[in-house]
């Protein structure tokens, strides 16, 4: 399989706190990739480094090959790179068929500007339309985004990624918060993607990540604990104890 995003050795420090420590890890093209771990595993600090939010403090970070480990986030989203986040950044007042056509106006270099109408770029609108088909969000596309329930605000955050046509996709907990039946269509829907997608997911609920998955990796302290297949993972002694809370030799 084609690698598409790769750290070498990557390691932050905030001190004297090592919050990533020595993580290499690889991605490939269209992959369903968990990274979890229990909580201050450094899974959000190990995503906003692959993101350009925080700089390392020694490792390299490669997509599609080329050294972007000093690069703005701003040129690895250019590149193809797109995240969610835990708390959702959207606009309230605007509908969600004016949030991704604004996306995709963004993708193609005309900026954004929310107080302007979207109206005369008809082919955004189009292309905007269809993206909220896929998320089985086309009923509510016109209604204000606060008037969306909290699970169909997550599923337009991520709506809002793809239709930057990304090689990567970073789901930051995206079914936090979200009702128990809202939970798997999210993830299902995302599942869906084509497979030029490369999904990395961080997720808490171990039902989601081992129904999405095709391979996880398990953060303890900041290293990279264990990486397998879910079968792999489920059934490796250091990850219930670590992370499941069970004794290894129970």
Known sequence: M?????????VRRFGGLVATNDVSMTLTEGAR??????NGAGKTTFVNL???VIKPTSGTILL??????????HKRAGRGMARTFQINQLFSDLTPLETVTFAILEREGHGIDPVRSVAGHRAAIEE???ILERFRLGDSMDLKTSDLAYGKQR?????VAIAAKPKVLLLDEPAAG???????EILDIV??????????????????????ANRISVLVAGALLVEGTVAEVSEDPRVRTAYLGEDADG
């Open 128 to 130: 905007a339309a269809s």
């Open 33 to 38: 990739h968990a990274l979890i771990g229990p």
């Open 191 to 212: 599942n869906a993607l084509p497979t030029s997608v490369a999904v990395l997911l961080i997720e808490h609920d171990m039902d989601l990540v081992f129904s999405f």
């Open 64 to 73: 599609e090959g080329a050294d972007i480990t000093r690069e703005p986030a």
């Open 178 to 184: 979200v009702p128990e039946e809202e939970r798997h």
């Open 155 to 159: 599923l337009l955050e991520i709506a």
């Open 2 to 10: 084609t690698v598409i995003l790769e750290t070498v050795s990557l």
């Open 50 to 52: 692959l993101t350009g």
